[in-house]
């Protein structure tokens, strides 16, 4: 079994900063590709950034410049450095993981989602 835990959201306004963290925990063999979505209420989930097991990163348009995604392979931990927030960055965001088990055996996980929400 493997969890992720996901902390650091919070209220804050427009212009200041966040750092989500999501920690990887239980039975890994090791983690492929890591990421963040979030989904703000009435709408989809949606693409955040994405960051490779080599560091190779992608990014939604929306947050292209301000967000920064980056992963501590040893601590299994993935990270969203979140600059310049506006009002409709609001929503809960979901850490993911494409883990390969102990079985050898690869899934995908999502943490529990935090509340991001910032004012204007």
């Known amino acids: 079994q493997v969890q992720l835990v996901g902390s650091g959201g919070g209220l804050v306004q427009a212009g200041e900063s966040l750092r989500l963290s999501c920690a990887a925990s239980?039975?890994?063999?090791?983690?492929?590709?890591m990421g963040w979505y979030r989904q703000a209420p009435g709408k989809q989930r949606e693409l955040v950034a994405t960051?490779?097991?080599?560091?190779?990163?992608n990014y939604a348009d929306s947050v292209k410049g301000r967000f920064t995604i980056s992963r501590d392979n040893a601590r299994n931990t993935v990270y969203l450095q979140m600059n310049s927030l506006k009002p409709g960055d609001t929503a809960v965001y979901y850490c993911?993981?494409?883990?390969?088990?102990?079985?050898?055996?690869?899934?995908?996980?999502w943490g529990q989602g935090t509340q991001v929400t910032v004012s204007s």
């Open positions: 239980g039975s890994i063999f090791s983690i492929n590709a």
């Open positions: 960051i490779t097991s080599g560091g190779t990163t």
């Open positions: 993911n993981a494409r883990v390969v088990t102990t079985t050898l055996n690869e899934y995908t996980y």
